[in-house]
């Protein structure tokens, strides 16, 4: 007998086939003679309906168990639904309780807040909100993975366990099998020497350098793989893990960098409004109004490119008022990311030639000796969703650079190499793929999609 998934089921004509249906229960309601169930297996946001007779053997007892939340395996016929709301509809000849659920089950019929289902993130995979996000969330990765693939693009794993600190900033996890209650010291440091690796190891923020590596042997390639930030700040847009898409291309400036990403984001947009309508749907109707409308007139505009001159230009035009002044060399606070995204340009904002200052070594430096080839790409809701760049790709000032920064060249060694032997303009981006979750679904956490987040002082599950 088939055994469709009820995506599938909910597509077929109803007219009599037999078959078997696996899911969760997700309400019960008896009048009558006659017991109906919605029944989900997470292949939809939609359920399949069960309508269960009273002349099926055992039908008293049975029907008393059928709760929110049982797993059940139900044999039946599909038939055309007279009922609204469903075309089809099985009706049950043999029901298979695998799993009961008693009534402390905690996804009973009630909504409940996002809050609440943080705390029991084992479970909320089986609410609509969490079961269209694991969806959602597979879509994009394929759609990442399709876009890049599609191109000639080589997806490239860079490891996650590594020895230099990228970005040359704190916020990075140390990763020790040295006993912390009995570290070894020397001369009154820590002597990593007896450390697994023979020296300090960390948990990658950015798979970038080895994918430059790559790029400059492969020509185009991609990371897509978890990374990881010791973040301290509680923010809605911020996770300790998370997973970030990395394009790395050689025989490319800054706007070829600048045109992959926008013509890749508007892609996987797309791809999702016309593979996950049902989900969408949800989203748009439940989470957040106008989400659909607001994706689309994104996959229709080009988005808006400004330097970072003449961005903190519009915003002291402006005359707004800020939490976080702002004046030329410092950084942009997501409320100044906000305010130029959704109310000066009302559209994807790009904004490059950032002070170097306020970035890191490995950009390219512009004539001017005050500003970098950086390009960060702004979204309303968010702010920030990739931070990208050209690379410097001439040895002598890369090195200059990586002294200027308090680093020390001798730990880039390998880095600077790739610029003396066949040095090319390179060029790429680093996507927040939670952020364009949150994008997307217009949920407001980032905490909400993930299946289980890391954040600062929370590890339960
Ligand atoms: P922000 O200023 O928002 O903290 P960033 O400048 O630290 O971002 P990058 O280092 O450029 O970000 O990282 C590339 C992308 O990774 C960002 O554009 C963003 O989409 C995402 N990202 C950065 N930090 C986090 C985080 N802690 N959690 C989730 N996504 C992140
Ligand atoms: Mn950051």
Redesign the pocket.
């Known amino acids: 007998m088939l055994k469709p998934d009820i995506r599938d089921i909910l597509t077929m004509p109803g007219d009599g086939t037999e078959i078997i249906v696996e899911g969760w229960i997700r309400t019960k309601r008896e009048s009558k003679g006659v017991t109906f169930l919605e029944v989900n297996d997470g292949s939809s946001i939609r359920n399949l309906q069960i309508v269960i007779e009273e002349n099926l053997s055992d039908y008293g007892s049975m029907v008393r168990d059928l709760n929110t939340g049982a797993s059940i395996t139900v044999e039946g016929i599909l038939t055309d639904s007279p009922g609204t709301g469903q075309v089809v509809e099985l009706k049950a000849r043999k029901i298979d309780m695998r799993g009961a659920a008693p009534a402390d089950y905690a996804l009973q019929k009630k909504r409940h807040t996002l809050e609440f289902l943080r705390e029991i993130a084992h479970l909320r995979p089986r609410t609509n909100s969490f079961g269209a996000v694991a969806r959602v969330r597979s879509a994009l990765s394929f759609a990442i993975h399709r876009y890049f693939q599609e191109r000639g693009f080589i997806y490239v794993h860079t490891p996650i366990i590594t020895g230099s600190d990228c970005?040359g900033?704190g916020e990075m996890f140390q990763v020790t099998t040295l006993p912390l209650d009995q570290v070894p010291l020397q001369n009154g440091r820590v002597d990593f020497s007896q450390d697994f690796f023979g020296k300090r190891a960390l948990l990658t923020?950015?798979g970038q350098l080895e994918g430059e590596a790559y790029a400059c042997a492969l020509k185009k390639i991609y990371t897509f793989g978890p990374?990881f930030?010791a973040?301290n700040?509680n923010?809605s847009?911020?996770?300790?893990?998370?997973?970030?898409i990395?394009p790395e291309m050689a025989f490319c400036d800054i706007h070829g960098n600048m045109d992959v990403a926008e013509e890749f984001l508007r892609y996987i947009f797309r791809y999702i409004l016309e593979n996950c309508p049902n989900d969408m749907d949800f989203f748009n109707e439940k989470i957040s109004p106008g989400l659909i409308e607001n994706l689309n007139a994104i996959i229709q505009s080009s988005f808006q490119r400004i330097s970072y001159t003449e961005a903190v230009e519009q915003l002291l035009k402006s005359k707004a008022s800020f939490e976080f002044p702002l004046s030329w060399g410092v950084?942009l606070q997501?409320e100044h990311e906000k305010f130029l995204t959704e109310k000066i340009y009302a559209r994807p904002v790009i904004i490059t030639d950032y002070p170097k200052e306020i970035k890191?070594f490995y950009m390219k430096m512009n004539e001017d000796d005050k500003t970098v080839r950086a390009m960060?790409?702004l979204v309303p809701r968010?702010?920030?969703?990739?931070?990208?760049s050209e690379r410097e790709s001439d040895y002598e000032k890369l090195k200059q650079r990586i002294s200027g920064y308090g680093l020390n060249p001798d730990d880039y060694w390998w880095y600077l190499e790739l610029r003396r032997f066949g040095t090319v303009p390179h060029s790429g981006?680093?996507?927040?793929?939670?952020?364009?979750m949150q994008f997307v679904t217009g949920m407001q956490n980032?905490r909400d999609v993930i299946p289980f987040p890391r954040t600062v002082k929370s590890l339960e599950f």
């Open positions: 970005e900033a923020v950015s990374t930030r973040e700040s923010t847009r911020h996770l300790a893990e998370f997973w970030m990395e950084d997501s890191a960060d790409i968010l702010g920030e969703i990739v931070g990208g981006f680093g996507l927040g793929f939670e952020r364009t980032i």
